[in-house]
């Protein structure tokens, strides 16, 4: 088949490599429709993260189940699935005590394991979700990146009524800004360097937009409110990374949700907030909870597919396989032109 698979910086190509075979009684393999470049990919295709050299790359996908194994009673072909690529040992004391996306051997498709930018994939049919009907594959494929949004929130102690401010509206801010109003966030400010995306922003659902070129942090949230019951870095960058401890308020909390691939350094104004101000600081990784891959999985796909959340307006691009590389590269020289990428690996064959 043919896939997309990452050798080194800035070397993706567009190949062949072995079909996916069943060997395990649990085995699944999903023709995939449509498949997310992320964040973390181009992150990883610019910088170089983990990876296995040759390893096919993607993590955000939807597709029907093309074959199971003998074991499998859930899915039978034909089923269209949503995939959750957070792969756990279901061991280690973390999961055992019901934290899964702490494991200690968390693994992630794409990264180690073979991944969806390919015309068919394998995985363990826990690692499956039903869509429901009247869901669109790219709806599907906008699901893990809803699930990393909806795992952080499950993390805070966000109420009906709160104040939530989403520093960078990419998309995994988008999807803050979409889910905090599912949460029942009564005002959501967003904030970002880029006009078009604050536009995009309220779209999701933000009710004020706030322009972060030359404006500080902490003064000016104070311009609209006291400060914010919680604050979401989802922009993984240094900078906004201590700014983002002046937005709550007294008692309030920060959700650490991007990577800033950086150090970090927290000026002493920003750093004392978390002492004065008593902030509750807040780490979130991947998208999983218990019962395995957990609520944020079945939520995303009742929400999306039911349209009680709205978020395909984040696709830019939508664009053969084949045209993955050419795709990367483009992204490097203008990121900003890009929202979601969407990868079809049909259209290859037509
Ligand atoms: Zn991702
Ligand atoms: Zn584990």
Request: charged share 25%; aromatic share 8%; with cysteine.
């Amino acid at each position: 088949m043919k896939a997309l698979a990452f050798y080194a910086k800035r070397d993706l190509r567009y190949e062949d490599v072995p079909d996916p075979v069943i060997e395990k009684d649990d085995d699944v393999i999903v023709k995939v429709k449509t498949v997310g470049i992320c964040g973390s990919d181009i992150a990883r295709y610019r910088n170089l993260g983990p990876y296995v050299p040759g390893n096919v790359w993607g993590h955000e996908f939807a597709g029907e189940v093309a074959s199971v194994g003998a074991g499998v009673t859930s899915l039978k072909p034909g089923d269209r699935v949503v995939g959750c690529p957070n792969m756990v040992c279901h061991e280690c004391a973390a999961c055992r005590s019901g934290h899964p996306s702490r494991c200690e051997k968390l693994n992630t498709i794409g990264a180690y394991v073979p991944g969806a930018f390919a015309e068919y994939i394998k995985l363990p049919a826990k690692n499956l979700i039903r869509m429901v009907d009247g869901m669109s594959y790219e709806e599907g494929a906008l699901t893990e990146p809803a699930t990393v949004a909806i795992h952080g929130l499950y993390q805070s102690n966000i109420q009906m009524g709160h104040s939530v401010a989403v520093v960078g509206c990419g998309n995994i801010g988008l999807m803050c800004i979409a889910w905090s109003k599912a949460f029942g966030a009564k005002t959501v400010y967003a904030l970002d360097l880029d006009d078009a995306q604050l536009e995009l922003a309220r779209k999701f659902g933000a009710d004020v937009t706030i322009n972060t070129a030359d404006v500080d942090f902490h003064d000016e949230i104070r311009k609209h409110c006291d400060g914010v019951d919680l604050a979401i870095e989802s922009a993984g960058n240094a900078f906004t990374a201590a700014r983002v401890l002046g937005l709550p308020r007294k008692g309030g909390q920060v959700i650490y949700m991007g990577i800033p691939y950086a150090d970090v350094p927290v000026p002493r104004f920003y750093f004392e907030k978390i002492m004065r101000n008593e902030l509750n600081i807040v780490g979130s990784w991947c998208t999983i909870s218990a019962p395995y891959p957990g609520k944020e999985w079945e939520n995303a796909v009742d929400y999306i597919g039911h349209h009680k959340v709205k978020v395909t307006d984040m696709i830019t691009h939508q664009v053969k396989l084949s045209e993955g590389p050419a795709i990367f590269e483009a992204i490097m020289e203008n990121p900003r032109n890009f929202g979601k990428v969407l990868l079809y690996p049909e259209l290859d064959r037509q």
